[in-house]
């Protein structure tokens, strides 16, 4: 099968148009806008619904009264629109509305710059609105992955009926590289809970306010058991050469495909050193971690951030294991920085 | 005044590779090399950002203001018109898609004194939107829109990054040669990348011309 040159960006819409997303609203920043523009070309002659909002406030609630209806539908931004739609979000989360949200990542705090972060992973995995609520994040790691995780996206989200985010660096949404494109999903599952007129039947309701005390725990109960449930089934990363390794490098997305490379060379200056990737951000999978802090020394957390991503790794290994730092911000680690990092830890404990 | 060659076409065509090239490798004929970096969407793999390769083969770049390089504004270098206006051998990357014909529409006037002006369509046929004819025609017609210019050649430069093959170039190209066909324009290059030009060199004779790859991160190259 001939392959596409794609753009993370444009991978990840199309997989969206694939996955029958049916409605795109949002508004352009950079570097998430592409995604947008190949709505924009797209979606009209497939007769599906692109609409630029006047805000990213606008937007998200936007997604939240398509989503009610029952179809796939999706917004995406990058750090600062990501903040101004936490309150959409938290709405989604408690009326239980499958949604796709995604981040095109840039460095913040602030309007920061528009160069590629990770620095959005507290907001992205703690839930930045209010409220005890998580949303499922995926982090791809290449382009082929934006198409992939875009599909599997909305499948979980449906199958939870929980907003799942897509979060990836600017590099990754802006960086080309061939992919398969997929088949187009045309069995949808039923969703007998929207909104979709009550015509001989019980009229559906889809709302967030409720002023009975019982009910509003009730609520909160039933949200923390489907997380529960999210996180024994969900939870995914990959290893590389963990089994017999002293050390483990941990980092994600697009990173984890940089830190892999100097995993490599520092094999081949024979440290045992091996690499943990969480595909999954929320739920965070500490079991890969917990299984390695059996035999591993050290870990060593590596983002693109100030270290975010790290305390998830410590909270998984609860003390047994010192987890160490390396990260910049607005500047992408490179292959030798990492080893350089790797060596510095085995000087320190005497492998070398 | 000197040669135009603006470099356009739909996102990720190679636009800035190509640019750089054909800077670097440009018969100066004792004027000025100038390259212009123009694409305003954003500051991901621009020409910008080789500044040094540039300098060592004498090219001059105007690109917006350092202090400005990573704004993410439209904004288009101060001395553009100055350029456009002097004896020179001018090359011209914009943007992608129609927002890089608003500028070349900016500048149409200025052109008009100068002669060639070589208006590239540059084709990967691998690329989204550069799939079929209806696709290559609707951006076609949006770009000359805005342009004001109609294109005046092609340049095929089919691939598919670390997964290119001799063969990926072969049918891409005889892809690209039908939409020169029913575009009623020539294609005035074959661009590959450095290792496939001796093998393909005699097949394609001059139409071939060597690309050497400037904005992909060596970690990505050989994954």
Request: charged residues 20%; negative net charge; proline residues 6%.
């Amino acid at each position: 099968m001939t392959k596409v040159l794609m753009k993370g960006n444009e991978a990840l819409a199309e997989g969206a148009l694939l996955a029958g997303c049916r409605a795109f609203f949002g508004y352009p920043i950079t570097p998430s806008s592409e995604i947008a523009e190949y709505m924009a070309r797209k979606m009209p002659k497939m007769g599906r619904t692109f609409l630029q909002a006047e805000s990213e406030l606008a937007a998200i609630n936007m997604v939240y009264g398509a989503a009610a209806t029952g179809n796939r539908v999706m917004t995406a931004s990058s750090g600062p629109g990501i903040s101004l739609k936490q309150e959409g979000i938290s709405f989604l989360a408690e009326a239980e509305l499958p949604s796709l949200i995604v981040n095109i990542s840039r460095g913040g705090p602030g309007l920061g710059g528009i160069q590629p972060a990770q620095s959005d992973y507290f907001q992205a995995t703690r839930g930045g609105g209010h409220g005890d609520y998580h949303i499922i994040v995926l982090a791809p790691s290449g382009v082929q992955e934006m198409m992939d995780f875009a599909m599997q996206g909305f499948d979980l989200a449906d199958h939870y009926r929980i907003p799942v985010m897509i979060m990836a660096e600017g590099t990754l949404g802006q960086m080309m590289e061939p992919i398969i494109v997929r088949e187009p999903v045309t069995d949808l599952p039923p969703k007998p809970w929207a909104t979709t007129g009550c015509k001989g039947r019980k009229p559906n309701i889809i709302n967030t306010l409720h002023l009975s005390p019982e009910f509003l725990e009730e609520r909160n109960l039933h949200l923390q058991h489907k997380y529960k449930l999210i996180q024994e089934r969900e939870a995914k990363a990959e290893t590389f050469m963990v089994e017999d390794a002293d050390l483990v490098v941990a980092a994600f997305g697009l990173m984890s495909r940089i830190a892999k490379r100097a995993v490599m060379d520092a094999r081949q200056k024979g440290i045992k050193v091996g690499l943990i990737r969480p595909v999954t951000l929320w739920p965070f999978p500490e079991k890969a971690f917990q299984e390695a802090a059996e035999h591993v020394s050290k870990f060593l957390s590596v983002e693109i951030s100030m270290g975010q991503m790290v305390e998830d790794i410590r909270l998984a290994v609860n003390g047994r294991v010192p987890v160490e730092f390396y990260g910049r911000i607005g500047l992408i680690p490179n292959p030798e920085e990492i080893t350089r990092q790797i060596m510095k830890i085995a000087q320190q404990e005497g492998w070398v | 005044m000197g040669s135009i060659n603006i470099f356009a076409g739909g996102y990720g065509s190679g636009k800035t590779e190509l640019a750089l090239n054909f800077a670097i490798n440009s018969d100066s004929q004792g004027q000025d090399v100038v390259l212009a970096d123009l694409d305003l969407v954003n500051p991901y793999f621009v020409s910008r950002q080789n500044q040094t390769e540039l300098k060592a083969h004498h090219v001059k770049l105007l690109a917006p203001s350092l202090k400005l390089s990573f704004g993410d504004v439209p904004q288009l270098p101060p001395k553009l018109l100055a350029e456009v206006q002097r004896e020179n051998q001018l090359l011209i990357d914009v943007a992608g898609d129609d927002t890089g014909g608003l500028v070349i529409g900016y500048l149409h006037r200025y052109l008009q004194q100068r002669d060639p002006v070589n208006l590239w369509l540059v084709i990967n046929p691998y690329r989204p939107f550069a799939q079929n004819l209806y696709d290559i025609k609707e951006s076609v017609k949006q770009f000359e829109d805005a342009a004001r210019l109609p294109f005046t050649g092609i340049i095929s430069n089919p691939h598919l990054a670390e997964e290119t093959t001799a063969d990926v170039i072969r049918s891409g190209h005889q892809q690209v040669l039908e939409y020169a066909e029913a575009l009623q324009l020539k294609v005035g290059y074959l661009t590959v990348r450095e290792d496939f030009y001796e093998q393909l060199k005699p097949e394609y004779g001059s139409l071939l011309k060597s690309i050497k790859i400037f904005t992909r991160p060596a970690w990505l190259q050989g994954d």
